[in-house]
């Protein structure tokens, strides 16, 4: 398989003719590259008028391979013919490097260039890209990649320095500076031609008509300045990836080319697999182009319900310079936006605010030292409750998250969750499948207070930018939130794609109960530490709502039998618990406090059931006549233990200990109102 590895332009700040001094010096060996054991001159020649050169030398290297590698293939060391073509007329010194050794199995093939800077004719500018093609070595064909990369990489980032150190040299002995070569000046030009040949004749004269024309500049290259400015600090081979991915973008889109930022973000998310990059950079074009994404910033108009009730916004900066997005998570009545503006309106002020991110990173990066490449997200949880569990709700906004994942890798630099209740858990395990694995390992948890202490908010928002709803002196212009009025819903704006919870195929159930009667669920538990989660609403009268656990396997048969049914004709009905002889405290517990739900409250909850045995939800009705029957709409729902763990652990190892899921809180349950 043939590899390409391209390195970054570099820039050396002095005149070409200065750096080719200073280039000379690195033979015929050089103690700064080990590795080069000698270089030796087989063919040398200079064109009359001394403005070109050829040079041919054989080059013996000692490859860093493993020992027992080396006694395999049976050599110590491998030759290289490096064939170099200085113009001093044009200002251009050409270099290709082949392998002599194994040439027939493994082809590399080296080719660098350096030339005047096209904006300052007093620097000097450096390329370098290199072909392997390991055609077949005695199986080892994954080991010379890696050893042959391995050696890459470190010419390449000793290339700068050797020119620097040489050039120290040059102006030791003497030579600060050098005249370009000219026509009409034949005794300077022999002055430079002695200076950048180290004094050295030819072995044979060549006229100036065989010069050897010039390659055509490759238009797609990257100076390292630039690199390191604006897109940060990468490796030889994640310059190489970019730059070829680049091109492909390149080659493909006859229009406007995606910014660097953006492909190496792209190619992030695929772990730096121009492959994989590719594939998902041509799909999020094509939806780009598909929605006229491009368009959002100019055209998209903020709904008033959105104005008045969506709890989030841009709020300043971290303390590494990321755009901070402020998101009340808690405050977000995720229902009432969606039955106002609908699925695709709650995407579209998403996909608004990723662009306004975008457009802040720019701006970062252009007024501070260092490039700026994600943003800060800074969600409260205070308020949080099984409300914003509403499973067509969740639904849509895992649908919205899957969007942004696919379209915006990478621009989460880090997630601060602040005053996560109980309830966390649950959702976090619903939602964190479905975010990309970098993205979850960038999320920081802090329950209760925690973000006030050591290891908190302070050590990533500068003092004086904390919020003010967070006790912070900095005011916040993020709107609270709060329940959407209904008389702002707008019929046929959100249609549950997956059926209605309150139809009759619903995962909700409704139950008539007349005074004193109950109605209970039996939950049977064979797997300690899962999680019983409730969610009802109350639409006539009082209802006593209360969890109970038994040792004994109970039955639905037994609930039968006990009058656990719901009709609306009894004074009272007995529990199953008690129809089968069992009394409280002997034969079953309470392990949730009896709670009095009120008409039109709804009610959410979770229960760590830490035991296995009979776990009953009961809800009794406290109506004080039976002339109308209350109403009961409920729904429940176990989490297995290893998905509930799975998240108690990933909150547990965070920076923050997560107080609120510590000690005798955790098998309470959580309701609200």
């Known amino acids: 398989m043939v590899q390409e590895y391209v390195s970054p332009v570099r820039v050396h700040k002095y005149p070409f003719e200065m750096v080719m001094a200073a280039y000379e010096m690195r033979f015929p060996s050089c103690p700064q590259i080990p590795v080069v054991i000698e270089c030796v001159i087989t063919e040398d020649s200079w064109s009359a008028d001394d403005s070109q050169r050829d040079t041919t030398r054989k080059c013996q290297l000692n490859v860093e391979a493993p020992y027992l590698l080396k006694k395999m293939i049976g050599v110590d060391y491998v030759y290289f013919i490096q064939k170099n073509h200085l113009d001093l007329k044009s200002r251009v010194l050409e270099i290709e490097a082949t392998n002599e050794t194994f040439a027939a199995r493994v082809g590399v093939v080296e080719k660098c260039k350096y030339y005047v800077h096209p904006d300052n004719p007093d620097w000097t500018c450096f390329e370098q890209r290199a072909l392997l093609d390991v055609k077949n070595f005695f199986g080892l064909e994954n080991t010379v990649e890696k050893i042959a990369m391995k050696q890459y990489a470190a010419n390449i980032a000793k290339g700068k320095e050797l ?52 390659s055509i500049a490759d238009p797609y290259t990257l100076d390292s300045e630039y690199i390191k400015r604006y897109l940060g600090e990468l490796t030889p081979v994640q310059e190489s990836r970019l730059l070829q991915l680049r091109k492909w973008i390149a080659d493909l889109q006859k229009g406007k080319v995606p910014s660097d930022t953006t492909l190496l973000r792209f190619l992030r998310a695929r772990d730096f697999s121009v492959e994989k990059a590719r594939e998902m950079l041509s799909q999020s074009l094509l939806w780009r182009k598909k929605h006229q994404v491009d368009r959002i910033l100019s055209e998209y108009e903020t709904p008033d319900v959105v104005r008045q009730y969506f709890p989030g916004g841009w709020h300043h900066h971290d303390k590494d310079g990321r755009p901070l997005y402020i998101l009340r998570l808690g405050q977000m009545d995720v229902k009432g936006l969606l039955k106002s503006i609908g699925e695709d309106g709650l995407l579209k002020l998403t996909l608004h605010v990723c662009e306004e991110g975008l457009k802040l990173l720019e701006e970062a990066t252009r007024s501070s030292e260092h490039a700026i490449q994600s943003w800060c997200l800074l969600v409260d949880l205070d308020g949080l409750n099984m409300r914003h569990l509403w499973r067509p709700g969740v639904r849509a906004l895992l649908r919205i998250i899957q969007i942004v994942e696919a379209n915006y890798p990478e621009t989460m630099g880090r997630v601060l969750i602040v005053r996560a209740p109980r309830v966390f858990p649950i959702l976090w395990t619903i939602v964190s499948t479905f975010i990309d694995e970098n993205t979850r390992s960038k999320f920081l948890f802090y329950g209760g207070k925690d973000y006030l202490q050591p290891g908190g908010l302070l050590d990533y928002i500068p003092k004086d930018l904390i919020p003010d709803f967070l006790g912070g002196p900095c005011k916040s212009f993020v709107h609270e939130g709060g329940l959407v009025p209904k008389s702002l819903y707008v019929s046929g704006a959100f249609t549950e794609r997956d059926g209605d919870p309150l139809s009759e195929d619903s995962i909700y159930r409704s139950v008539s109960l007349g005074k004193g009667q109950l109605h209970e669920v039996i939950v049977h538990n064979r797997d300690p530490q899962s999680v019983l989660t409730w969610d009802f609403d ?3 009268h009082d209802i006593s709502f209360t969890v109970y656990r038994s040792d004994r396997e109970l039955d639905h048969s037994d609930c039968a039998a006990a009058a656990c049914g719901g009709g609306a004709g009894a004074e009272e009905s007995r529990s199953v618990l008690e129809g089968c002889g069992g009394r409280e405290g002997e034969h079953y517990h309470r392990v949730e406090p009896a709670l009095v739900c009120h008409d039109g409250e709804s009610i959410q909850g979770s229960h760590v059931m830490s035991e296995s045995g009979s776990y009953v939800l009961q809800w009794r009705c406290e109506a004080a006549d039976s002339a109308r029957a209350a109403q009961l709409m409920y729904f429940h729902e176990t989490l297995a233990s290893h998905h509930y763990r799975g998240s108690m652990s990933s909150l547990q190892s965070a920076i923050s200990g997560f107080s609120c899921l510590s000690g005798k809180s955790v098998t309470s349950s959580c309701p609200s109102r």
């Open 538 to 540: 109350v639409l006539r």
């Open 163 to 214: 020119i620097e150190e040489f050039m120290k040299e040059v102006h030791a002995g003497g030579v600060t500076e050098l005249s370009p070569w000219s026509a009409g000046e034949p005794a300077r030009n022999r002055e430079l031609r002695r200076v950048v040949a180290r004094g050295a004749e030819p072995l044979s004269p060549r006229p100036a008509a065989e010069g050897k024309r010039l």
